[in-house]
């Protein structure tokens, strides 16, 4: 690159459990700039988990982030093209990356899930994730299979 890399910004925690991941996760969650209703959504899909859970010992956002732990993935593959092949190559990812690919998941099939509001969808997915099911999961075991199937072609790492 040209220029050096740009700083990272500092995210402000939010108001409600003062954690900087749920702000980064409600960042991503935002659409056109509306980041009270995003925060709102959330903090709703947080009642319902609480509503909704069976055992006392955890809290809402303690399911929400053991959920998210467990979407994240720990190896991805990329396509690398070899002598007119393309190879889909497993590698490692960055700890930060985890992080941003476990919630675009959460999200994403949160809104694909068939309840009434997006507080609910996040919720149910959130819960599920807590579980080690839903769509979310089954995404991460899908990748990591995919990674194990081309290990073979890990030589051609960049």
């Known amino acids: 690159m040209r220029k050096r ?3 990272k910004r500092p995210i402000l925690p939010d108001p409600k459990f003062h954690d900087q991941l749920v702000t980064r996760f409600v960042n991503m969650m ?12 959330f903090y709703d899909a947080m009642d319902i988990i609480e509503e909704k859970k069976q055992d006392d010992e955890k809290s809402a956002l303690e399911i929400w982030k053991e959920g998210l732990s467990n979407v994240m ?11 007119g092949a393309t190879f889909q190559i497993p590698s490692q990812i960055r700890p930060d990356r985890k992080i941003s690919i476990a919630m675009k998941w959460l999200i994403g099939y949160s809104r694909k899930r068939n309840e009434k509001t997006m507080a609910a969808k996040l919720a149910g997915e959130s819960m599920a994730a807590a579980k ?5 999961v089954k995404k991460r075991l899908d990748t990591h ?13 960049f």
């Open 145 to 157: 299979k995919m990674a194990e199937a081309n290990k073979a072609f890990s030589h051609f790492r």
């Open 5 to 7: 890399q740009a700083k």
């Open 30 to 41: 935002m659409w056109d700039g509306k980041k009270s209703i995003a925060f709102k959504i």
């Open 132 to 136: 080690e099911e839903g769509a979310a």
């Open 73 to 83: 993935p720990h190896v991805e593959v990329r396509s690398r093209r070899v002598g």
